[in-house]
Nanobody
Framework: QVQLVESGGGLVQAGGSLRLSCAVS?????????GAWFRQTPGKERQFVAV??????YCVASVKGRFTISRDNLENTVYLQMNSLKPEDTAVYYC???????????????????WGQGTQVTVSS
């Protein structure tokens, strides 16, 4: 059973930075689980932020140039570096993983089998 645990959320002023971490445990060393980040605000659906699969990564247009996704395979951890944060980035951020990366469906939350518990990011103006 794959488990994901996020950390690194918090309160930051607009223009500031945060780095979210997602520790992945429970998978065998031979499996590769592309890591993704989603975010959700009250009353809205979970929205895709970024995904990293091997050496390719994709992100939503609103965070391009500000957010970067990376992973440390030795530590089994996926990161989301968030710079130049804006109040509209405020949300609960979720880490997600799947054994099967789809270039056509990676933005869909339903494409991911495993989820973390979420971490709150609040950006004040």
């Amino acid at each position: 059973q794959v488990q994901l645990v996020e950390s690194g959320g918090g309160l930051v002023q607009a223009g500031g930075s945060l780095r979210l971490s997602c520790a992945v445990s429970g998978r065998s060393g031979s499996d590769y689980y592309p890591g993704a980040w989603f975010r959700q605000t009250p009353g809205k659906e979970r929205q895709f932020v970024a995904v990293l699969n091997d050496n390719e990564w994709y992100c939503v247009a609103s965070v391009k140039g500000r957010f970067t996704i990376s992973r440390d395979n030795l530590e089994n951890t996926v990161y989301l570096q968030m710079n130049s944060l804006k109040p509209e980035d405020t949300a609960v951020y979720y880490c997600a993983a799947t054994p099967f990366f789809s270039r056509s469906d990676y933005v869909r939350a339903t494409s991911y089998s495993y989820w973390g518990q979420g971490t709150q990011v609040t950006v004040s103006s």
